[in-house]
Structure formats: structure tokens, C-alpha cells
T-cell receptor, first 116, second 111 residues
Framework: GAGVSQSPSNKVTEKGKDVELRCDPI?????LYWYRQSLGQGLEFLIY????????KSGLPSDRFSAERTGGSVSTLTIQRTQQEDSAVYLC??????????????FGPGTRLTVL | GQNIDQPTEMTATEGAIVQINCTYQ??????LFWYQQHAGEAPTFLSY????GLEEKGRFSSFLSRSKGYSYLLLKELQMKDSASYLC????????????FGPGTRLSVLP
């Protein structure tokens, strides 16, 4: 079916506002990942979901960041009281982890967040 | 902890061969992935290695040595469209399903 989709593609917000980013994974993919990528930098892991549970939240930078996943499908990443250092591209990826190459992650196009 | 290292930038000429190295330190190694990322786009999967040796896939090959904590991506017959960042990512069983990505190598292919 369709690939991973994310919305919005671009978001400009004022410092202190809350934002919500959405990810629709590939149908049937049980694992979902959120990453952050600042300009010219590598990928920074934020959180991982297996089904609706998040066994690894170790990458969330602060308690202003939270994420949930419902129905084993759509996930939302919420950033409260945004700060300028939150400006980055937020990438979502999904996979169907059965071991080996099937763990390959498929990435969405990302949401470019700019905090003014 | 985990540490993945790649050269920051490389330059090569169209038609040439380039090798992009990746070194890693991990305690529960369970696979190494290479991704390609064009500017402004999402990463796309290139190759996967879990056993030592060379995996060939058209113009791209990837090599792994687990004992040395070392991998490389070999790109042959370079084309202008190969200008992109190349990300090395390691899966570590001690981190569950988590992957750790290297900083990426920005490759510029010149005419």
C-alpha cells in the first residue's frame, strides 16, 4: 500500500505554543519510530512504539515531548511550550520487525518545524 | 554506550568508485543498515549486513567485519544523482528495537 505519511509537511509556530505532529505508518507495520534531524546533522532517536506501547522513550529530550499511538497505527508527537531549539525536521519511520533485513525502516517525508 | 563514526564529507568524480567507511562500538550487535538521504528528503534503505562479508546490489556494495566493528559502502560508476548523505545505522539487541544512526557522510559527485 502507500508509504509512510506525515502531516503537516511544514509547521511554523511561535515560541511557547504547543504543536502536534502526525504519522501514518505503512499498513501492517507494528513498529513505529520518531526521529529528529537538525540541519546538516544525523538522526536523533526520540521514541519507539511496538503496537501501542512505547518500550523505549529514552530519546525524548524533555518532559515537553510526548507521543502516543492508537489502534496500532497512527501516532502523534506532541511538543508543548515549544522552544527555538525544537526547530528541526521530525521524521517518522515504520517497520515490521521479524528480524534481519525485514527490520528495515521506511521513512516518511518528515515535518519541518520552525519555532520563531 | 554506542558510538558510530563516519567521515563528515567526501568528494568524488562522476564515473569513479568511492568507499564510505563506518566504525561502530556496540555490545549486542544485530545488524547494520545503510541509508541514502538526498537533501530535503527522507532516508531510503540501501543495504543490510548481519554476517561478515560483502553484499552486492548493483552499483552499491556493503561490507561488514564484526570483529573489527567496521563496515563500508562502496559505490561504483558514480553518477551525479549519487550526491547525497549516506547514513550508517546499527541495531543493538541491548537496545531492543532501537537503531543508532551515525552522523552521515555527505557525498558530492563532481562532473
Amino acid at each position: 500500500g502507500a508509504g509512510v505519511s506525515q502531516s503537516p509537511s511544514n509547521k511554523v509556530t511561535e515560541k511557547g505554543k504547543d504543536v502536534e505532529l502526525r504519522c501514518d505508518p505503512i499498513s501492517g507495520h507494528t513498529a513505529l519510530y520518531w526521529y529528529r534531524q537538525s540541519l546538516g546533522q544525523g538522526l536523533e532517536f526520540l521514541i519507539y512504539f511496538q503496537g501501542n506501547s512505547a518500550p523505549d522513550k529514552s530519546g525524548l529530550p524533555s518532559d515537553r515531548f510526548s507521543a502516543e499511538r492508537t489502534g496500532g497505527s497512527v501516532s502523534t508527537l506532541t511538543i508543548q511550550r515549544t522552544q527555538q531549539e525544537d526547530s528541526a525536521v521530525y521524521l517518522c519511520a515504520s517497520s515490521f520487525p521479524e528480524g534481519g533485513w525485514t527490520d528495515t525502516q521506511y521513512f516518511g517525508p518528515g515535518t519541518r518545524l520552525t519555532v520563531l | 554506550g554506542q558510538n558510530i563514526d563516519q567521515p563528515t564529507e567526501m568528494t568524488a568524480t562522476e564515473g569513479a568508485i568511492v568507499q564510505i567507511n563506518c566504525t561502530y562500538q556496540t555490545s549486542g550487535f544485530n545488524g547494520l543498515f545503510w541509508y541514502q538521504q538526498h537533501a530535503g528528503e527522507a532516508p531510503t534503505f540501501l543495504s543490510y549486513n548481519v554476517l561478515d562479508g560483502l553484499e552486492e546490489k548493483g552499483r552499491f556494495s556493503s561490507f561488514l567485519s564484526r570483529s573489527k566493528g567496521y563496515s563500508y559502502l562502496l559505490l561504483k560508476e558514480l553518477q551525479m544523482k549519487d550526491s547525497a548523505s549516506y547514513l550508517c545505522a546499527v541495531r543493538d539487541l541491548n537496545y531492543g528495537q532501537n537503531f543508532v544512526f551515525g552522523p552521515g557522510t555527505r557525498l558530492s559527485v563532481l562532473p
